[in-house]
């Protein structure tokens, strides 16, 4: 598998101990990932995750940005991106019917 590259990142979110991003690669994919260091965490401590919408799936994220295409796709993220985080980064997804892949760590 070739290995992929950052095209684009915009910062959807940051406050007290959370920090949200969005990346747009080179292979097509589009991800949102996260640091919370808590404490508000599962078991108090720092907690990451990595959210991925596959290159098949990105015209769904696009239409429930408002985009055309993906070039805007991490810039209208970085500007929706209190309200997505707000909701629930994967509920906003399930709800606008988006298909995603999480990891944590």
Known sequence: MPERSEVARARMHT???LSVDAYRWSD???????QDLGPHTPGGEEYEYFIYVAPDDVPALLSALGCVSIEEAVLELGRQ???IVQHGETRWLRDHGVPYRMETW
């Open 15 to 17: 406050a007290e101990r």
């Open 28 to 34: 097509g994919t589009i991800s949102i990932e996260g």
């Open 81 to 83: 991106g209190g309200a």
